[in-house]
């Protein structure tokens, strides 16, 4: 497999552009993943379920904005150089 | 312009006395610049006598000193960034080896069994360097591993007559791609394990790292004694590896305050650790394999 970094760029995009589309309201409460559903207390520490919905919903609030210019610099990109 | 006259007569006089020499190929004009006092701007004349032999031309003085001022502060501009991103402090903990240190590590990479005390010592809350303690990771044989690696693979693929200069490139980025990779997914696998451990990117990279070390043995060992060599010599880094891996990351990261946490997140750290120990010998073999036919 011949990765060049560019690819590399490419998938790292295309994931965590994966994480940003899932819709809260519409997707993730219907399967229960919903970010307000998962807090169980204070207690002790989290499990894995809401370690990974507080992930989804950090990485959506953190990276909405760069995730547009990104994406725009790298639909230009493709468009010149295919 | 004594000297020049000077030296211009002893010239003169060695070829009269030796056969006539061929026309000089430059022009001698070291001695125009005496006469014409008045032909250079605010500089100085002597500024240009001292650099003539250079330059010939004090404005190109002037320039270099521009140029020069100019990458002394595109350095600091440079250092400024990078200490934002990367802590250097941090980064020269991982390079403070000695030689002592680093073949002790390569033998206990390769013989892990018989090492007693995997437990890394920390004086003052702070941990030991490298240099007064084995069981601290550290970066610089991974790196001299990953350098070692590629120009080992070049090696080989020109030993089977595949070489051209562009495989090197390939290899190191496809090498490198794998490295960001498995950091990476060790980072998730820490940080959904909730582990409470001072276990840093550095040292993570630093893990993966040693496995370069096992990819040069297999290849050398395949080179010299064919494909059976290759493939001993894999098993035998592979679980080495394998033990060397497990054993370091349960007594250095993980057990320390998780010992009496609730079983399924206990379950979860020693899959992470199994995950990432079962992981070394594919992305041995994956990286490897290609380099031995």
Known sequence: MAFTLYLLLQAALLCVNTITVLHEERFLKNIGWGADQGIGGFGEEPGIKSQLMNLIRSV????????????SIAIVLLLLFG | MAYHSGYGAHGSKHRARAAPDPPPLFDDTSGAYSSQ???YPAPGADVAFSVNHLLGDPVANVAMAYGSSIASHGKDMVHKELHRFVSVNKLKYFFAVDTAYVAKKLGLLVFPYTHQNWEVQSSRDVPLPPR????APDL??????????VLLAGTALGIQKRFSPEV???????ALAWVVMEVLALLLGVYLATVHSDLSTFHLLAYSGYKYV??????????????DGYYVALAWTSSSLMYFIVRSLRTAALAPDNVGGPAPRQRLQLYLTLGAAAFQPLIIYWLTFHLVR
Do not use: E, H, K
């Open chain 1, 60 to 71: 959506r609030t953190v990276m909405r904005v760069p995730l547009i210019i990104i994406n």
């Open chain 2, 132 to 135: 007064q303690d084995l069981n």
């Open chain 2, 214 to 227: 096992g990819m040069i043995l297999s290849v050398l060992t395949g080179l010299l004694f064919g494909s």
């Open chain 2, 168 to 174: 090197l490139g390939l290899c190191a980025s496809t």
């Open chain 2, 37 to 39: 006092p008045g032909a």
């Open chain 2, 140 to 149: 610089y044989i991974p790196t001299m591993a990953f350098i070692t690696y």
